[in-house]
């Protein structure tokens, strides 16, 4: 089973950039995709960001495209999410999870705050 912990979060002030990674124990990440969610207070957890395993094709909502890209490096075992012109409408807890053949792995978080 693969754990994830994520880290790189922080207070940023609008327009500005963070990266965010996904670092995996365990098992190797380069079989599994993994994918970016993400959760605002009183709001429900919504999707970021996908990539998958093998060719890494990506994936990302709307609200991101263009402003954020997410990469994995097979070597450090990490995924990783550049989050550039931040908003703060940005401002949630960012999740990534590892999924495989329909099982779904996730991490515990990381606080990401976006000041006007």
């Known amino acids: 089973q693969v754990q994830l912990v994520e880290s790189g979060g922080g207070l940023v002030q609008a327009g500005g950039s963070l990266r965010l990674s996904c670092a995996a124990s365990?098992?190797?990440?380069?079989?599994?995709?993994v994918a970016w969610f993400r959760q605002a207070p009183g709001k429900e957890r919504t999707f970021v960001a996908a990539?998958?395993?093998?060719?890494?094709?990506?994936f990302y909502a709307d609200s991101v495209k263009d402003r954020f890209t997410i990469s994995r490096d097979n070597a450090k075992n990490t995924v990783f999410l550049q989050m550039n012109s931040l908003k703060p409408e940005d401002t949630a807890v960012y999740y990534c999870?590892?999924?495989?053949?329909?099982?779904?792995?996730w991490g515990q978080g990381t606080q990401v705050t976006v000041s006007s």
């Open positions: 999870d590892a999924f495989q053949n329909g099982r779904f792995y």
């Open positions: 365990g098992r190797s990440l380069s079989s599994y995709g």
């Open positions: 990539i998958w395993s093998g060719a890494g094709k990506t």
